[in-house]
């Protein structure tokens, strides 16, 4: 019985709201105290309904009410601490501040279990069992605890809301259908929500099917994920052992030519020395006879003279220096410049190669294309820095602004180079171009080709213009029309005239376009094809003065 009584002081020492002992307590003008942290924080909450009210007998108090602190019941929760009073354990049965209260409870109010539609009344389980116990309630709809249960009741008549108009599509009571909704489209409000609970039971299903497709989706990328991961770590790794060996192919081929090298200079030198001993002995043997002769001359005995000159004036066949062929040092240079030949060689090989490789790469697209940009903010996204290749411009073609800039001049002074075009006066890019890329080409003059090529087009003869042949794809700007070439064939180009062409090339995906560039993009021609390689820019300027520039976009 003590432990009881005990219990009982404890609840009355508790905020309703946070359930704990009460700090620093405050009592509102109904009665009811509260910390004054929990009773502020809950009239924060509510202050845009401009009304106050008790969390527990819902009194409403205009204006909102000044909070003092009570300092007796705050030191008397104090004095009982010191005896052993602690906060009650939480008793989930009452109502907190978020809670819907039952409405019949007197005091500390409980929970509410259910609320009823017809009675607009929230019940906590003891004071919801008339409900189920009398006939007299049988045809009440209870629903879950609602705090909107006002929102029900008509603000006009003071009246359920049992109808609903659909033609100013709200809730109205009975009162209401024939005052001014009089005339209107109403059904029940059980009836349209039966219409639209269909409606959104068919929503439901979609967004259910939306669902399972997406999941569907979700589950097929991530097995595209792993297939790209298994795929590109083989990938990797076939790659590391090929060029692994490809590096130790090189590391023999320099091995064995290092060896040559080194024996045919243990083969040289052996010979020269051999060479340079055969002499040695016959400086000697020169020497020795120059002494000899040297002695004979300055002898003053005649008899002598005469007697030894038949023996010393024959002089011995000798190695004649004209007949030692010296080879300039040029026999390793040649070596060295066959080194620096092949060396080159491979890196074209590896550039054309890697370009390739790069392009398959580029054509690893797993998910369809993306759509073709519309705006020039768009194309921006895929903007490319692009230079002219001064090794393939014909030598009536000066190149300035930083290699960007092609005009018909007179002829330049350059050197011969295997890449540069003869018959045309045509250029192309250094860079290649491959993915998504996008530039556009300022021209003016008599007539320009804008094109993008292969790279091995032939640099000589009439199949080597931009457009003569499968290789080149061309949009002629010549004064106030334009002509697109492909394989030799020409196709009128309607448009608006415009010093100013866009080029967007979608390498994978097979698209090359060609736009007008005004304040809005105009479509001028677009080819759809496959590219078997990497491509490049070029430029075909007639006309003395005639310019093509590649227009800085960054």
Same mark, same amino acid.
């Given at each position: 019985?003590?432990?009881?009584?005990?219990?009982?002081?404890?609840?009355?020492?508790?905020?309703?709201?946070?359930?704990?002992?009460?700090?620093?307590?405050?009592?509102?003008?109904?009665?009811?105290?509260?910390?004054?942290?929990?009773?502020?924080?809950?009239?924060?909450?509510?202050?845009?309904?401009?009304?106050?009210?008790?969390?527990?007998?819902?009194?409403?108090?205009?204006?909102?009410?000044?909070?003092?602190?009570?300092?007796?019941?705050?030191?008397?929760?104090?004095?009982?601490?010191?005896?052993?009073?602690?906060?009650?354990?939480?008793?989930?049965?009452?109502?907190?501040?978020?809670?819907?209260?039952?409405?019949?409870?007197?005091?500390?109010?409980?929970?509410?279990?259910?609320?009823?539609? @017809?009675?607009?009344?929230?019940?906590?389980?003891?004071?919801? /069992?008339?409900?189920?116990?009398?006939?007299?309630?049988?045809?009440?709809?209870?629903?879950?605890?609602?705090?909107?249960?006002?929102?029900?009741?008509?603000?006009?008549?003071?009246?359920?809301?049992?109808?609903?108009?659909?033609?100013?599509?709200?809730?109205?009571?009975?009162?209401?259908?024939?005052?001014?909704?009089?005339?209107?489209?109403?059904?029940?409000?059980?009836?349209?929500?039966?219409?639209?609970?269909?409606?959104?039971?068919?929503?439901?299903?979609?967004?259910?099917?939306?669902?399972?497709?997406?999941?569907?989706?979700?589950?097929?990328?991530?097995?595209?994920?792993?297939?790209?991961?298994?795929?590109?770590?083989?990938?990797?790794?076939?790659?590391?052992?090929?060029? @692994?060996?490809?590096?130790?192919?090189?590391?023999?081929?320099?091995?064995?030519?290092?060896? /040559?090298?080194?024996?045919?200079?243990?083969?040289?030198?052996?010979?020269?020395?051999?060479?340079?001993?055969?002499?040695?002995?016959?400086?000697?043997?020169?020497?020795?006879?120059?002494?000899?002769?040297?002695?004979?001359?300055?002898?003053?005995?005649?008899? /002598?003279?005469?007697?030894?000159?038949?023996?010393?004036?024959?002089?011995?066949?000798?190695?004649?220096?004209?007949?030692?062929?010296?080879?300039?040092?040029?026999?390793?240079?040649?070596?060295?410049?066959?080194?620096?030949?092949?060396?080159?060689?491979?890196?074209?090989?590896?550039?054309?190669?890697?370009?390739?490789?790069?392009?398959?790469?580029?054509?690893?697209?797993?998910?369809?294309?993306?759509?073709?940009?519309?705006?020039?903010?768009?194309?921006?996204?895929?903007?490319?820095?692009?230079?002219?290749?001064?090794?393939?411009?014909?030598?009536?073609?000066?190149?300035?602004?930083?290699?960007?800039?092609?005009?018909?001049?007179?002829?330049?002074?350059?050197?011969?180079?295997?890449?540069?075009?003869?018959?045309?006066t045509q250029v192309l890019s250094r860079e290649s171009l491959t993915g998504r890329r996008y530039w556009e080409v300022a021209w003016t003059g008599t007539a320009v080709y804008v094109a993008i090529t292969y790279k091995n087009i032939s640099r000589l003869g009439g199949d080597s213009g931009f457009g003569r042949n499968n290789k080149s794809w061309a949009l002629n700007c010549y004064q106030k029309t334009y002509y697109f070439y492909y394989n030799n064939v020409q196709t009128l180009v309607s448009g608006p005239q415009s010093s100013r062409i866009g080029v967007y090339l979608d390498h994978s995906a097979g698209v090359l376009s060609f736009y007008c560039v005004s304040e809005t993009m105009t479509l001028l021609h677009r080819v759809q094809t496959t590219f078997t390689q990497s491509l490049h820019l070029g430029f075909c300027v007639f006309g003395y003065g005639t310019t093509a520039e590649i227009c800085?976009?960054?």
């Amino acid at each position: 019985m003590e432990q009881q009584g005990l219990q009982v002081d404890r609840q009355m020492f508790c905020c309703s709201i946070c359930l704990d002992l009460l700090k620093d307590p405050v009592t509102i003008p109904c009665g009811h105290s509260y910390c004054m942290n929990c009773i502020k924080t809950y009239w924060n909450e509510k202050d845009q309904k401009k009304t106050h009210s008790c969390p527990q007998c819902r009194q409403t108090f205009t204006p909102r009410p000044v909070l003092v602190k009570n300092t007796m019941l705050a030191d008397l929760i104090e004095e009982l601490k010191k005896t052993g009073l602690q906060a009650a354990p939480a008793d989930h049965r009452y109502a907190g501040a978020e809670d819907v209260v039952c409405d019949f409870c007197t005091g500390r109010k409980l929970k509410a279990t259910k609320s009823c539609l @017809t009675c607009l009344v929230s019940y906590c389980e003891k004071h919801v /069992q008339p409900h189920y116990d009398s006939q007299t309630f049988q045809k009440h709809n209870l629903v879950e605890p609602s705090k909107y249960l006002q929102e029900n009741i008509c603000s006009h008549h003071n009246k359920v809301k049992e109808i609903f108009c659909r033609t100013d599509q709200q809730c109205i009571c009975y009162l209401c259908s024939m005052d001014e909704h009089k005339g209107h489209n109403t059904v029940s409000a059980a009836a349209e929500r039966t219409q639209r609970q269909m409606k959104l039971e068919g929503s439901q299903q979609k967004l259910q099917q939306r669902i399972q497709d997406r999941e569907k989706d979700m589950k097929l990328l991530q097995r595209e994920v792993e297939a790209i991961s298994l795929s590109a770590d083989k990938a990797v790794e076939d790659s590391e052992k090929i060029f @692994t060996e490809l590096i130790h192919l090189m590391e023999k081929r320099r091995y064995d030519v290092k060896q /040559q090298i080194r024996s045919q200079q243990e083969t040289e030198v052996s010979r020269v020395k051999e060479l340079q001993e055969k002499l040695e002995q016959e400086i000697t043997e020169l020497k020795r006879k120059d002494t000899s002769l040297e002695q004979l001359l300055r002898t003053e005995d005649h008899i /002598q003279f005469v007697h030894s000159y038949p023996s010393l004036s024959a002089l011995s066949e000798s190695t004649d220096s004209s007949n030692i062929n010296i080879r300039p040092l040029r026999y390793f240079e040649d070596v060295t410049a066959a080194v620096s030949e092949l060396r080159d060689q491979l890196q074209d090989v590896l550039r054309e190669r890697c370009t390739n490789i790069s392009l398959r790469l580029s054509e690893v697209d797993v998910l369809l294309p993306l759509a073709e940009p519309k705006t020039r903010a768009e194309f921006l996204n895929y903007s490319c820095e692009i230079t002219l290749d001064p090794n393939t411009a014909n030598k009536f073609l000066l190149l300035t602004e930083g290699s960007r800039k092609a005009t018909m001049s007179k002829k330049q002074p350059c050197a011969s180079h295997t890449d540069r075009f003869i018959t045309y006066t045509q250029v192309l890019s250094r860079e290649s171009l491959t993915g998504r890329r996008y530039w556009e080409v300022a021209w003016t003059g008599t007539a320009v080709y804008v094109a993008i090529t292969y790279k091995n087009i032939s640099r000589l003869g009439g199949d080597s213009g931009f457009g003569r042949n499968n290789k080149s794809w061309a949009l002629n700007c010549y004064q106030k029309t334009y002509y697109f070439y492909y394989n030799n064939v020409q196709t009128l180009v309607s448009g608006p005239q415009s010093s100013r062409i866009g080029v967007y090339l979608d390498h994978s995906a097979g698209v090359l376009s060609f736009y007008c560039v005004s304040e809005t993009m105009t479509l001028l021609h677009r080819v759809q094809t496959t590219f078997t390689q990497s491509l490049h820019l070029g430029f075909c300027v007639f006309g003395y003065g005639t310019t093509a520039e590649i227009c800085k976009l960054k």
